[in-house]
């Protein structure tokens, strides 16, 4: 057995509370419909309505010869109906059993969970921006081919890097970009190196879009101070190494400060330095990634640069490129041309050498549209200001947590604050559990188990849209809670969450037999 | 006399008689938690010492098993496709997890006995 | 700064807290060589209303299909999307709120995720499916590095038929993560034989349904002859409202079903964010890439739903995950889910006849044209024409006049003279009749 798995198999032990298989536990109060209050109870859509019924009204088709082979759909697909209330009644239900940045502070670790302005909700459904058709003539997609423009064109001067390939649909499908550049890169040198390095506080997405790019990984430790080992990097460094994959600021929210004689090492072997942008809020306006000797960085739209989550997406992924990698930059390449901008979408020059083609059409346009707006609303001096408050923010949560958690690494915090569990030692108190009593107190836990170079990992990240009022109140949560664990009261750790949506889940059942999708009753008790 | 011998990876081998049973010990399946899922090789693959045969899945943890001996795959657990909890349950005895036939019946000798592999997890931190 | 709660008192309050005297000093652990001084050479901040004034001007310089005549589809389509759909997804709780990793307080999420998976799995009449990938285009991959996964083989047989983003794609991925594609040319005008080309190191043979020129197909015994060689068989489709009228792919014999989800509660936007959708047999379930959501009980004995099979995934199994994806299309995929469950049964199959209707009917009326010709034989919503003059020509003349008539064929196949008088047409919902007046009066003075 793997030695890997362990950093997060307390976690694992700890997902269904003790005795849920055997003996379900009382409501604390039943009522006659189930409800509770504002809780409300909503069934599948495919327990409800009628299959005549369709919250939709067509125009009544003629009779006509059809055109389909012999090829119609027969057999009923078995989709239910219903009216338009009833959908917007359960769609407004189920809303209401989610947490969200709406409701209150949302501290997920390397998250960025910040405000969504509704302005960008707003601009990005102009009929202009909405309802363009990736295929148009050019003549009738000049503004949509501007706002790329002037989105590369902020995105390339907050980085300092020389281009930007806006295609990638997610940070996980940038870094596959920006792995797939370097290979080509290294191809067109004529070398190929076999090994990728990463950093063990890495996210996840970091070694498997590696992996996927084909390449052997291995993990570089961090040192007592958090960061990333250098000795142990160069120890590493060799003829087969093609990249260093590092987070900047890393997972434990610190700035790599050896960051440059990093990028001094990796070149000087010959291998090029990724640099994963998911925390890139910290740096706006202060630190330029291309000042650093950085490569390739992907940044998230959907964290930094405030475009919505979504309950998982959809995210936009672009990656910032140095000279060395800009010709490997995947299709389709805005260039100017003599009608002004356009879409270059073959391997002709100036893209010959390019990956070619990672996505449909031309990448998570929407998402441009949004982040274009804030990066318009904040301007220069917001966007410093936004990470100044972010740093400030998460500071002010180290100062005042200090004393309560156990601070994993002394020091000044960037954008976000690693704690641990030690200070659970002996109560009989999960990480795990203590996440979810922090569910009680209505905030949504924060990252836990991650990153891997610590045990029983908390990482908080505030943002800077976090007033100093929710952060006191947040403080004052944790502490309680933190009393009440030392105080010797585990079972109350264990039962949480008592007062959520739902209670804790047999996630063990739920993968042992998984059911993927609702199935009519009489198929389910076939076995199906 | 059945003979068992263990890898500092924590699988558990067994001989019997020509073929030598493979699983993981009571000591791994306690770290990885309640398993969800067991991937088993196919039958007929060969395997080598040290490398990924098989691999055991909690709900928020994945570790492999690596064969202790190079062999070939001549038998797997199918009852856990249907049944993953026997690994919990009696890691070392139902919950076996594939039988190969080695190509060096020695490396197996090579191997922790159980006193060494007590003294083995006991050092762990 | 409008979204800053901070004020200038609070930070004052907040430094002395931490014990530093300006905002400077925390940055104290980032060296001085990588510090910049001042402002960035970029504009300062706008108001609301000024950022909206300047983006409505970039908007007013593009045509956008609701102020013209619009007939374009391949691979993105134009349909109406009830206004429900666009109030639901601006729900701050369903907007605002991150991947369900805590499940007590993301049943919203869950819940209407599991209600995707069940919509996709019976529209494509496929047993199972997931919780979304990017777009088509990269569930297409995906399906392809599974099915590499699922039979050890590494070569996949791509129809000339795909579209040619899709196959972009897959061999983008094919040269980096290392398997082979064979791309078949694309055949508008006759039928291909894939079945004889799949060998022993086919792991998959991949077609689109209807396919880019918009021709339906009968997949069986393509299908079958997957099964009987060790291969699988993916089907890719990109107008999924077609699956209202026309038999499924896992009617057909279908392993792998890789879609595009943006017709259903998803504007055209440019082409982006759209939906992927992701579905297979139960058998592979496991070595699905993406999140799966799995219905469970509480500790109080309710049904809810909570993300499941996560250790396939990559922040358990780092490099040896089935997938590097961590963030879908979530919001896409709600969108997708009002837009159907307003529709229902009834609706759906009415939606799918009704641009079914109209696609027949814009066939025989451009078809009476002197010298234009359909191809098809069968089809959907969408159908290819051929023109006595080069396509690309036709179609910006005629976005001269306010027309937005179709996409050339030379759009995605450049310096392919034998596709170059090719134009795919779509006709959805949205054509009305005069639309279809004027297209077919703007081609008859185009082509005159």
């Known amino acids: ?528 | 006399m059945t003979q068992r011998r263990f890898s500092a990876e924590h699988e558990w081998v067994r001989r019997d008689g020509e073929i030598y049973v493979v699983g993981i010990t009571d000591y791994a399946q306690a770290q990885l938690g309640d398993v969800v899922y067991v991937e088993l090789p196919l039958k007929g693959r060969r395997v080598e010492k040290g490398k990924e045969a098989a691999t055991v899945e909690s709900v928020k943890a994945a570790s492999e098993v690596y064969a202790p001996l190079s062999g070939e795959i001549i038998e797997t657990n199918e009852a856990l496709s249907a049944d993953p909890a026997k690994v919990n349950a009696d890691p070392e005895g139902e919950g076996w997890v594939f039988k190969l036939r080695p190509d060096d019946p020695q490396e197996f000798e090579a191997l922790m006995d159980e006193a060494a592999y007590k003294r083995f997890i006991e050092e762990k931190p | 700064m409008r979204y800053a709660p901070l004020s200038e008192s609070d930070r004052r309050l907040m430094l002395a807290a931490i014990g530093v005297p300006s905002i400077e000093a925390l940055y104290a652990e980032v060296p001085q060589k990588a510090r910049r001084e001042g402002l960035l050479d970029l504009p300062l901040g706008l108001s609301e209303m000024e950022v909206e004034r300047r983006l409505r001007a970039l908007a007013a310089k593009n045509v956008s299909a609701s102020s013209a005549p619009f007939f374009l589809g391949a691979g993105a389509y134009r349909h109406h999307l009830p206004a429900a759909v666009d109030s639901l997804i601006q729900r701050g709780e369903f907007l605002t709120s991150y991947t369900p990793y805590q499940p007590e307080i993301a049943q919203g999420t869950l819940q209407s995720l599991f209600e995707f998976q069940t919509f996709v799995a019976l529209l494509t009449g496929m047993e199972v499916a997931n919780a979304s990938l990017y777009d088509g285009a990269t569930a297409c991959a995906e399906g392809v590095m599974m099915a590499n996964r699922l039979t050890g083989r590494k070569k996949t047989i791509l129809s000339g038929g795909l579209h040619p983003h899709y196959r972009e794609v897959v061999e983008t991925y094919g040269r980096f993560v290392g398997f082979a594609v064979e791309a078949k040319d694309p055949a508008p005008q006759k039928g291909e034989d894939l079945a004889s080309l799949i060998d022993r190191d086919t792991a998959s043979v991949v077609v689109q349904n209807p396919d880019f020129w918009g021709e339906l197909s009968e997949l069986s015994a393509l299908a079958r002859a997957c099964r009987d060689k060790g291969a699988l068989c993916l089907v890719v489709v990109n107008e999924i409202l077609s699956l209202g009228l026309v038999r499924p792919p896992g009617e057909m014999g279908a392993d792998i079903v890789a879609g595009e989800g943006q017709s259903l509660g998803n504007p055209l936007s440019f082409g982006g964010p759209h939906l992927g959708l992701f579905a297979t047999r139960e058998r592979f379930m496991r070595q699905m890439p993406g999140r799966l959501v799995g219905q469970s009980v509480d500790a109080e004995g309710r049904r809810g739903f909570v993300l499941t099979l996560s250790a396939r995934e990559q922040h358990i199994r780092r490099e040896k995950a089935t997938s590097n994806i961590c963030t879908n299309a979530g919001l896409c995929a709600l969108a997708f889910t009002i837009h159907l469950a307003l529709l229902g049964e009834k609706g759906l199959k009415a939606l799918a006849r009704l641009n079914h209707q109209k696609a027949v009917a814009l066939s025989l009326r451009l078809s009476r044209l002197s010298g234009v010709r359909v191809l098809n034989r069968a089809f959907f919503n969408e159908f290819t024409l051929c023109l006595p003059a080069p396509a690309e020509g036709v179609v910006e003349a005629l976005a001269q006049k306010g027309i937005l008539g179709g996409v050339p064929a030379s759009r995605l196949y450049p310096g392919r003279t034998e596709l170059a008088d090719l134009m795919i047409v779509a006709a959805t919902e949205t054509a009305s009749e005069e639309d279809m007046r004027r297209l077919e009066e703007g081609l008859m003075e185009v082509l005159r």
């Open chain 1, 1 to 528: 057995m793997s030695d890997w798995s362990r950093a997060v198999s307390a976690s694992a032990k700890e997902s269904a509370p003790p005795g849920t298989t055997s003996a379900t536990r009382k409501a604390p109060e039943a009522t006659t419909s189930g409800h509770r209050g504002l809780v409300l109870e909503e069934e599948l859509l495919f327990e409800q309505g009628s299959p005549d019924l369709s919250g939709v009204d067509l125009p009544p088709v003629e009779a006509f010869a059809d055109r389909l082979g012999s090829l119609e759909r027969k057999a009923p697909i078995g989709l239910p109906g219903l009216s338009e209330p009833q959908v917007v009644r359960h769609f407004t239900r189920l809303s209401q059993k989610n947490y969200a940045i709406d409701c209150g502070l949302y501290p997920l670790g390397s998250c960025t969970m910040k405000y969504n302005p509704r302005a960008n909700e707003r601009v990005a459904r102009l009929d202009g921006f909405a309802e363009i058709h990736p295929l148009q003539p050019a003549a009738t997609i000049k503004g949509a081919l501007q706002v790329i423009e002037d989105l590369a064109h902020w995105l390339e001067v907050l980085t300092g890097m020389p281009a930007i390939a806006l295609s990638p649909g997610a940070g996980a499908h940038g870094e596959l970009c920006g792995m797939m550049t370097i290979k080509a890169a290294l191809e067109s040198r004529g070398e190929e190196r076999r090994r990728v390095l990463v950093a063990a506080s890495a996210h996840g997405t970091n070694p498997a879009s590696a992996a996927t790019c084909g390449y052997e990984i291995e993990a570089v430790p961090s040192n007592e101070k958090g960061r990333l080992d250098l000795e142990e990097l160069e120890r590493r460094l060799g003829a087969d190494v093609a990249a260093l994959m590092l987070t900047n600021p890393n997972t434990c929210g610190l700035f790599e400060d050896e960051i440059c004689e990093i990028a001094e090492a990796l070149h000087r072997a010959g291998a090029f330095f990724y640099c994963d942008g998911a925390n890139f809020n910290a740096l706006l306006g202060r630190v330029r990634p291309g000042d650093l000797g950085i490569d390739c960085m992907h940044l998230n739209l959907h964290k930094t640069f405030s475009t919505p989550h979504g309950g998982g997406g959809p995210g936009s992924g672009p990656v910032a490129l140095s000279a060395a990698l800009a010709p490997f930059a995947p299709l389709p390449w805005l260039v100017h041309g003599e009608k002004g901008l356009c879409l270059r979408e073959g391997r002709s020059p100036p893209a010959a050498q390019s990956i070619g083609r990672i996505k449909g059409f031309h990448g998570q346009f929407g998402t441009f549209v949004r982040a274009l707006a804030y990066l318009m609303s904040l301007g220069a001096d917001g966007l410093k200001g936004a990470a100044e408050d972010a740093v400030l923010n998460a500071n002010y949560l180290r100062t005042r947590l200090e004393g309560t958690l156990s601070l994993s690494f002394p020091g000044m915090s960037m954008h976000e604050v690693l704690f641990d569990d030690r200070f659970l030692e002996g109560t009989g108190v999960s990480t795990l559990a203590f996440a979810k009593a922090m569910i009680d107190e209505g905030f949504h836990p924060m990252t836990v188990y991650f990153p891997l170079v610590v045990k029983g990992a908390m990482l908080i990240e505030p943002t800077e849209t976090e007033s100093k009022a929710s952060l006191d109140a947040f403080v004052a949560s944790l502490e309680a809670l933190a009393q009440k664990a030392r105080a010797g009261e585990a079972a109350f750790f264990h039962e949480a969450p008592r007062l959520a949506p739902r209670r804790r889940f047999d996630e063990v059942a739920a993968a042992r037999h998984p059911v993927l999708r609702w199935r009519p009753k009489a198929a389910a008790e076939n076995g199906g």
